[in-house]
């Protein structure tokens, strides 16, 4: 999501809230309150779903690395000594 849609739908949330809020309890303070937690909750979440596609992202990075790690060592052929020495 872009970071102008995102601030804007952030703006509409608190917005929302804070009316809300507001017609619920009839005070502006507990409007205010609510909405700056609502506001610091909203940003928490924010950055803990970035922080979780960070890792997913290395995560599927080191498996996809596995894999191809894996797939190369099938095609390296060691020979033991054994074999060598049927050879002669």
């Known amino acids: 999501m872009p970071f102008r849609i995102f601030c804007r739908v952030l703006g509409l949330v608190l917005c929302a809230n804070a009316l809300t809020m507001y017609f619920v309890l009839h005070s502006i303070r507990a409007a205010t309150f609510t909405t700056l937690a609502c506001s610091l ?8 779903s970035v922080l979780f596609l960070v890792w997913r992202s290395g995560c599927t990075r080191r498996a996809g690395q596995k894999a191809r790690h894996c797939g190369s060592c099938g095609e390296v052929r060691h020979d033991s000594p054994d074999h060598k020495k049927g050879e002669e």
């Open 41 to 48: 909750f909203l940003q928490v979440a924010y950055f803990g």
